[in-house]
């Protein structure tokens, strides 16, 4: 295992960006963006009041405008401020982002069996792999832990989160690749610890 970088947080928040409107069409978005629909901006709100009162001053986001979006509503309800942290962005899906895996598998045949049998190292065509995702992750956590003022939140994306959760908790590829992270959960990691705020 690589040490960790002693400019990572100890101790953070991680939270997922609200529902977006390619969330309910099932479109993989990827580095590409889609708007936070209704709930997903009630999941924001909902995420900054299980918040209040954690002494969070700093918001790290990806810099993808649903997370931007989610960190700005929680950021102001808190009275934090946000800061863009470019290896935040999502696994980069490349040439399947905004497409169905119905999409996928019409101009990718098979793409999605490959894929399940190697999902850590398979890359997305002309896109990233979870393994290669998991460096930006290290890189992500260290200048968050640079940029921040006591303990940050970051907002990012469900896949990128695997490995941001990963990196915090010290977790092997196929303990990453079983963490899930529903729309308006907000983890608290503490050392190798884990909770939902």
């Known amino acids: 295992m690589i040490p960790r970088d002693r400019h990572v947080p100890q101790r953070a928040y991680l939270a997922r960006h609200g529902q977006t409107t390619w969330n309910l069409e099932g479109r ?24 209040a009162g954690s002494g969070i001053r700093t918001v790290c ?35 399947m982002a905004g497409m169905t895996w119905a999409e996928i598998e019409a101009v990718f045949p098979g793409a999605r069996a490959e894929r399940a049998e190697n999902r850590y190292g398979w890359a997305f065509p002309g896109g990233e792999s979870y393994a290669q995702a998991r460096l930006r992750a290290r890189r992500a956590l260290s200048e968050c832990g640079w940029s921040a003022d006591g303990t940050p939140l970051l907002v990012s994306h469900e896949m990128i989160g695997r490995m941001l959760r990963a990196e915090l908790r010290g977790l092997d590829a196929a303990q990453a690749l079983s963490l899930r992270h529903p729309h308006g959960l907000v983890f608290e990691i ?4 884990e909770r939902v705020v």
């Open 28 to 51: 993989l978005q990827g580095q590409l963006d889609s708007p936070l629909t209704s709930d997903g901006i009630a999941q924001a709100k909902a995420a900054a009041e299980k918040l």
């Open 61 to 95: 986001t990806s810099p993808l405008g649903r997370a931007v979006a989610t960190s700005v509503i929680i950021a102001e309800r808190l009275g934090a401020s946000v800061v863009e942290i470019a290896d935040l962005a999502e696994v980069d899906h490349g040439e």
């Open 190 to 193: 503490d050392g190798r610890t």
